[in-house]
């Protein structure tokens, strides 16, 4: 069993940044990756960033350049810094671990709004 909580979500301007969080109840090392989805209303779920055990990374096209996945292991923590945040990137933002003994474990979302 894998719990994750995310945190860090709020409103903020266009420009602005947010960092998000994802807490893991177990050791991140453990997990073959972590990823951060989001959906937007009326939206299907989309893969916005992902770190895998390796350190390797992917990102949304339209996250490049302006989101960064990161994680600190002593914390079982993952990380996804948002800057240059756009009304677009409004949505809630979930973190998911895949395919651990054949399951998906997701965290409850935490909601990002951008807007002036």
């Known amino acids: 069993q894998v719990h994750l909580v995310e945190s860090g979500g709020g409103l903020v301007q266009p420009g602005g940044s947010l960092r998000l969080s994802c807490l893991a109840s177990v050791s991140i090392f453990s997990l073959n990756a972590v990823d951060w989805y989001r959906q937007a209303p009326g939206s299907q779920r989309e893969l916005v960033a992902s770190?895998?055990?390796?350190?390797?990374?992917y990102y949304l096209h339209s996250a490049k350049g302006r989101f960064t996945i990161s994680r600190d292991n002593a914390k079982n923590t993952v990380f996804l810094q948002m800057n240059g945040l756009e009304p677009e990137d409004t949505a809630v933002y979930y973190c998911?671990?895949?395919?651990?003994?054949?399951?998906?474990?997701w965290g409850q979302g935490t909601q990002v709004t951008v807007s002036a």
């Open positions: 998911k671990a895949p395919a651990v003994a054949g399951r998906n474990y």
């Open positions: 770190i895998s055990t390796d350190g390797s990374t």
